[in-house]
């Protein structure tokens, strides 16, 4: 089945503990990216990657890490969490395309205390 | 930057339409897009548009465009139970940044017998 996992699904941890939410696709999507989703602020990307290798900032990368050392994973790193990034996390795959469809994850739930 | 506005809420009854709107500012997007998002599931592509389309129609969902404006619309006929759910409007520049999609706040849909 083509899907896009994430694990932990939910996670409490407290101030300044790194953690690792890892995502992998099984689709051969090129592109992949994450986002975070707050209330009433909708989703916003915090980095996407193009290929292995290859990554960029979106619009809110600060506190965040990431890495593309193979084409299926794209974990996302928090060096040293912070409350204000409690929030519900989406991994996302796609590969160019006429309209570029976005495969979500099922999303990781972080709470930072 | 980009901005995509969504209006938060919208209740209906079963049986009848609903309208969901959205207004855009990248007067450079080139798809736009409309993500249904289930209680507790990621988010999935329910319809897109091309910018050089006044209209698309898919079953029950009926996409409007109004580029002029940066309008978008999706109207979903005889709605039911199974419709309640988060819908997304999103923007895409070009096909080559499949990446670097953004997306309004969402409106919460709720279904009404």
């Known amino acids: 089945e083509a899907q896009v996992t994430q694990n932990p699904r939910y996670l409490i941890t407290v101030t300044g503990k790194k953690l690792t939410v890892t995502c992998s696709q099984n689709?051969?999507?090129?592109?992949m990216s994450w986002y975070r989703q707050d209330p009433g602020l909708g989703l916003r990307q915090i980095y996407y990657?193009?290929?292995?290798?290859?990554?960029d900032k979106g619009d809110v990368p600060e506190g965040y890490k990431v890495s593309r050392k193979e084409k299926r994973n794209f974990p996302l790193i928090l060096e040293s969490p912070s409350p204000n990034q409690t929030s519900l996390y989406f991994c996302?795959?796609?590969?160019?395309?006429?309209?570029?469809?976005?495969?979500f994850g099922p999303g990781t739930r972080l709470t930072v205390l | 930057g980009e901005d995509v506005e969504q209006s938060l809420f919208l209740s209906v009854r079963e049986g009848d339409s609903s309208v969901i709107n959205c207004t855009y500012t990248?007067?450079?997007?080139?798809?736009l897009y409309w993500y249904k998002q289930e209680p507790g599931a990621g988010l999935q592509l329910l319809t897109y548009?091309?910018?050089?389309?006044d209209m698309k129609q898919d079953q029950r969902l009926t996409v409007l465009l109004n580029k002029k404006d940066k309008h978008l619309s999706l109207r979903i006929a005889d709605t039911q139970t199974g419709d309640s759910a988060i819908y997304f409007c999103?923007?895409?520049?070009?096909?080559?940044?499949?990446?670097?999609?953004?997306f309004g706040t969402g409106t919460r849909l709720q279904v009404t017998l």
């Open positions: 996302a795959s796609c590969t160019p395309s006429s309209y570029n469809e976005q495969f």
């Open positions: 689709m051969n999507h090129e592109y």
């Open positions: 990657s193009m290929n292995v290798e290859v990554t």
């Open positions: 990248d007067s450079s997007s080139t798809y």
């Open positions: 548009i091309f910018s050089n389309m």
């Open positions: 999103a923007e895409s520049p070009d096909t080559g940044t499949a990446s670097k999609l953004t």
